[in-house]
């Protein structure tokens, strides 16, 4: 017992450890206002954006993702001779698959309301996860009501 204690506080130190020294090097790799750089993170993240703002990638993620959900609904509830433990585990995946979307657009969908507005990122952040606590919060009320989940 003392063993494992001891190790996990070793463990947790070299964690406070790395993560002081990445702070320090991100901290030290600034520039000042006005210099411009052209570092690896500043180039990933302008592609990235270039790619999200296409109307055919955000088509072919919908296609993609309605199709995995549809797939593994239908293989849990067709008769394709599988087991039930895996029947049930494709279910369970599909409707967490399902909710993490819900839950995703409540949050998104607070988050670009807010920014719309002209708040800022912290206050987008702060309404998607209110948003998102209030989705919980009514899914805890109906599921002790009405028993929703098993």
Do not use: K
């Not at 690896?40 to 592609?47: A, F, G, H, L, R």
């Not at 409540?106 to 708040?119: D, E, K, T």
């Not at 919060?137 to 002790?144: E, K, M, P, S, T």
């Amino acid at each position: 017992m003392v063993s494992l204690t001891l190790l996990s506080t070793a463990l947790m130190g070299l964690l406070v450890v790395a993560t002081f020294v990445a702070v320090a090097q991100i901290g030290a790799q600034r520039t000042a206002p006005g210099q411009e750089s052209a570092d690896t993170y500043t180039v990933v993240t302008d592609s990235l954006r270039e790619i999200s703002q296409q109307p055919v990638v955000w088509a072919v993620a919908f296609i993609g993702i309605t199709l995995g959900v549809v797939g593994t609904a239908v293989l849990a509830v067709g008769s394709f001779g599988l087991s039930e433990g895996l029947s049930g585990t494709l279910l369970t995946l599909s409707y967490a698959a399902v909710a993490l979307l819900i839950a995703g657009f409540v949050f998104l969908g607070a988050y670009f309301a807010a920014r719309g507005r002209g708040l800022g990122n912290a206050h987008g952040v702060m309404a998607g996860s209110f948003a998102t606590g209030l989705l919980f919060l009514l899914l805890i009320a109906v599921q002790l009501l009405v028993g929703v989940i098993g």
